[in-house]
């Protein structure tokens, strides 16, 4: 009976002692075992938000926990990423973030988190072209005709984007250059608020994803001018690429990833991949993503992270030739 108890307690013990060195092992078994915030570091109704808010319920839906969305807009997406960035690394708090994250690194000055060390990359979400929409008042039908019209009317066009430094702003500069216009940029705190102020007459045009333009251009109060893509896009087969609307060479694509503070357990983060996976199977995201005119994410970690590093690399290149600061 003795000789029974002894091995069977250090069994215990061991056991223990196993849970009490490894307490990662033990939180992400248990791991989600309340809700999840998700940090969209944009105002509402812009591209991320768009792409936000059906993800985060088919997530609920996934786990058996509520995902809940925090919008936290200001300074490109930047603020919102700095409280993931400074985050507990429990699992519980991830940053929907997108491209503009991958141009800040090079725009900003300086930024209070390094994207690359203080944040750990999941997967990515979605990926959809840029359009050219314009106020419906606007002269202009064709890109070719919108263009002429920036150039007669010089000063007195402007361009909304969802802030300093991010890629719509860099695109309306890049698309100056290219077409010898001048239109003026007007930061927002996010594209839904440069969206709304283009159907209020605010501002000219918009540089914006065609995902969150999608309802404005199906109501008739935006026009697309242009994807800057190289195919047409399936879900607005009548919106020419910039190519046949006379500007080749000009792409943009917008892109949307989920990022843990760095430190988060691996097998969490492995776990959120995989869920993130298995919902873009499902046939009701699927769709959403299609009318949305963009294709579905869900790539392994690493992929994603190689990803990511090509796009800092790359927009480093746009920031640095168009010698672009942001304090």
């Given at each position: 009976?003795?000789?029974?108890?002894?091995?069977?307690?250090?069994?215990v013990m061991a056991g223990a002692a196993a849970s009490w060195l490894l307490p990662g092992v033990v939180r992400a078994q248990a791991w989600p075992g309340r809700a999840i915030t998700l940090v969209?570091?944009?105002?509402?109704?812009?591209?991320?938000?768009?792409?936000?808010?059906?993800?985060?319920?088919?997530?609920?839906?996934?786990?058996?926990?509520?995902?809940?969305?925090?919008?936290?807009?200001?300074?490109?997406?930047?603020?919102?990423?700095?409280?993931?960035?400074?985050?507990?690394?429990?699992?519980?708090?991830?940053?929907?973030?997108?491209?503009?994250?991958?141009?800040?690194?090079?725009?900003?000055?300086?930024?209070?988190?390094?994207?690359?060390?203080?944040?750990?990359?999941?997967?990515?979400?979605?990926?959809?072209?840029?359009?050219?929409?314009?106020?419906?008042?606007?002269?202009?039908?064709?890109?070719?005709?919108?263009?002429?019209?920036c150039k007669a009317n010089p000063g007195k066009t402007n361009y909304g984007s969802a802030g300093l430094g991010t890629t719509r702003h860099l695109a309306g500069e890049i698309f100056n250059a290219?077409?010898?216009?001048?239109?003026?940029?007007?930061?927002?705190?996010?594209?839904?608020?440069?969206?709304?102020?283009?159907?209020?007459?605010?501002?000219?045009?918009?540089?914006?994803?065609?995902?969150?333009?999608a309802p404005y251009i199906r109501s008739g109060k935006a026009r697309a001018l242009a994807v800057f893509s190289a195919e047409r896009s399936p879900a607005f087969p009548d919106i020419p690429t910039?190519?046949?609307?006379?500007?080749?060479?000009?792409?943009?694509?917008?892109?949307?990833?989920?990022?843990?503070?760095?430190?988060?357990?691996?097998?969490?983060?492995?776990?959120?991949?995989?869920?993130?996976?298995?919902?873009?199977?499902?046939?009701?995201?699927?769709?959403?993503?299609?009318?949305?005119?963009?294709?579905?994410?869900?790539?392994?970690?690493?992929?994603?992270?190689?990803?990511?590093?090509?796009?800092?690399?790359?927009?480093?290149?746009?920031?640095?030739?168009?010698?672009?600061?942001?304090?």
């Amino acid at each position: 009976m003795t000789m029974e108890k002894g091995p069977a307690r250090r069994a215990v013990m061991a056991g223990a002692a196993a849970s009490w060195l490894l307490p990662g092992v033990v939180r992400a078994q248990a791991w989600p075992g309340r809700a999840i915030t998700l940090v969209v570091p944009f105002a509402p109704g812009g591209g991320t938000d768009t792409f936000a808010r059906p993800f985060a319920a088919k997530l609920s839906q996934e786990f058996g926990q509520q995902v809940v969305i925090d919008n936290r807009a200001g300074a490109g997406g930047t603020v919102g990423a700095a409280i993931v960035a400074k985050a507990k690394p429990d699992g519980y708090t991830f940053l929907l973030g997108s491209v503009h994250h991958a141009v800040a690194v090079t725009a900003y000055k300086q930024l209070p988190y390094d994207l690359q060390k203080d944040l750990a990359p999941v997967t990515s979400v979605a990926s959809v072209p840029d359009v050219l929409v314009i106020y419906p008042g606007t002269p202009a039908n064709t890109l070719r005709e919108f263009i002429a019209y920036c150039k007669a009317n010089p000063g007195k066009t402007n361009y909304g984007s969802a802030g300093l430094g991010t890629t719509r702003h860099l695109a309306g500069e890049i698309f100056n250059a290219m077409t010898g216009t001048a239109m003026t940029h007007v930061p927002y705190k996010g594209s839904g608020p440069a969206t709304a102020a283009l159907i209020n007459g605010e501002v000219t045009a918009v540089f914006e994803g065609l995902g969150s333009a999608a309802p404005y251009i199906r109501s008739g109060k935006a026009r697309a001018l242009a994807v800057f893509s190289a195919e047409r896009s399936p879900a607005f087969p009548d919106i020419p690429t910039a190519a046949e609307a006379g500007l080749p060479g000009f792409e943009s694509l917008s892109w949307y990833g989920l990022w843990a503070p760095a430190g988060t357990d691996p097998t969490i983060i492995a776990r959120m991949q995989a869920a993130v996976e298995k919902a873009f199977s499902s046939a009701d995201l699927k769709k959403a993503w299609f009318e949305q005119g963009a294709a579905p994410g869900g790539a392994s970690t690493a992929r994603f992270a190689a990803f990511v590093a090509e796009e800092i690399k790359k927009w480093g290149k746009v920031v640095r030739d168009g010698n672009i600061t942001i304090e």
